[in-house]
């Protein structure tokens, strides 16, 4: 490991000085420190493969050459960082005796807003109401409500803003953190949505942002059955992209549904031929799904006996992509004014 460790460094180093722009530099991190599959981070899971007195020395090995790299890396975005702004600075210079321009009037709802007001003028229609969750949320209704304790591996796969200072409150990671709230509030029978932002510690690029948008369903009643689930999603799939929209349902483990689904509809920019957006699949998820654990509701002081249900997360930031064919998520964080008057 420590032959690794000295190739690592010396590639990341002889990569990092000959990096140009912003672009380059965030595509070496997630080569090297991305969560899933970076370089450095495969070889930190290794660790477990080793004794425990080999683990403690290899440990403080790999602590030290990710340290320095992670230095180097922080330093040469400072500098391409400054560079990019003083190159703007000359672009954008500003000719102070030109006469004011004329004020413009008026404005652009935010894409994420058109699209939020749409799903929810539809549920609506449908009898749902509308919930409002709180984005400061605490680890009990974003984790261990919804059946995910402390020990549970499916933290792992969520990179918590967690508050210094504050254990045990975070920002939401997913609007699942209000369904508890509102099977408390209102008990069954029980229809309702929320949406808003979450956030997620992740490496951005053209899919992935630290804040976005998502938009949840439950629906609590007698008698629910995954028919009553997969009816719902073809019809918003439908209101969504027209009656040619295709949808498919794969099977998916999710803690706090049973049995879950993921959903997919044809990648807009390929049309399902495959591209980088969708990573050559031809399809993008949206959403996923299940039938209520019961350890929802009885977290929800709800009847399991007599009551079931089903639960959705659509991925509100991907449905606006996917109906604007936008293909780069961090356009709709940008605040860039040349973006938003399209909409």
């Known amino acids: 490991m420590r032959e690794e460790l000295q190739k690592i460094k010396t ?39 080793f004794s425990a007195g080999e683990r403690q020395l290899l440990g403080q090995l790999v602590n030290d050459v990710k340290n320095a790299l992670e230095q180097a890396f922080f330093e040469k975005r400072e500098r391409l960082q400054q560079a990019q702004w003083a190159e703007a600075l ?4 500003v000719d102070v005796t030109q006469p004011a321009l004329p004020l ?3 404005g652009h709802l935010h894409p994420n807003t058109i699209i939020q007001k749409n799903l929810e003028d539809f549920f609506t229609s449908l009898g749902f109401m509308i919930f409002d969750g709180p984005e400061l949320e605490s680890d009990y ?12 591996p499916a933290r792992d796969s969520q990179d918590t803003f967690y508050l210094k200072g504050h254990p045990g409150w975070l920002m939401r990671t997913h ?52 028919a009553h689930l997969k009816g719902l999603l073809e019809a918003v799939v439908r209101h969504l992209y027209g009656p040619e929209a295709k949808l498919r349902l794969r099977p998916k483990y999710y803690p706090f549904v049973e049995p879950g689904v993921n959903g997919e509809v044809t990648c807009f920019l390929c ?39 089903f639960a959705f997360g659509l991925g509100l930031t991907r449905l606006v992509m996917l109906k604007y064919g936008i293909d780069d998520i961090r356009l709709l964080e940008s605040g860039d004014f040349r973006f938003l008057e399209q909409f």
């Open 11 to 49: 590639e990341f180093l002889s990569q990092l000085q000959r990096l140009k722009n912003l672009a380059e530099l965030e595509e070496l991190e997630i080569r090297f420190f991305g969560r899933k599959a970076g370089t450095l981070t495969t070889l930190i899971k290794g660790l477990k493969d």
């Open 90 to 93: 000359l672009r954008e210079a």
């Open 104 to 106: 413009q009037s008026g």
């Open 141 to 152: 209704y974003n984790f261990s409500s919804l059946n995910i304790p402390e020990e549970h």
């Open 175 to 226: 609007t699942s953190a209000g369904d508890v709230r509102a099977k408390q509030k209102y008990g069954a029978p029980l229809r309702v949505i929320s949406t808003g932002k979450c956030f997620r510690n992740e490496a951005t690029d053209v899919r992935h942002e630290h804040t976005f948008y998502q938009f949840q369903g439950v629906v609590v009643d007698e008698g629910i059955s995954f």
């Open 271 to 309: 049309q399902g031929k495959g591209c980088r957006v969708c990573k050559q699949t031809g399809w993008l998820e949206i959403f996923g799904a299940g039938l209520i654990h019961p350890h929802l509701l009885r977290e929800g002081n709800i009847d399991t006996s007599k009551y079931q249900g």
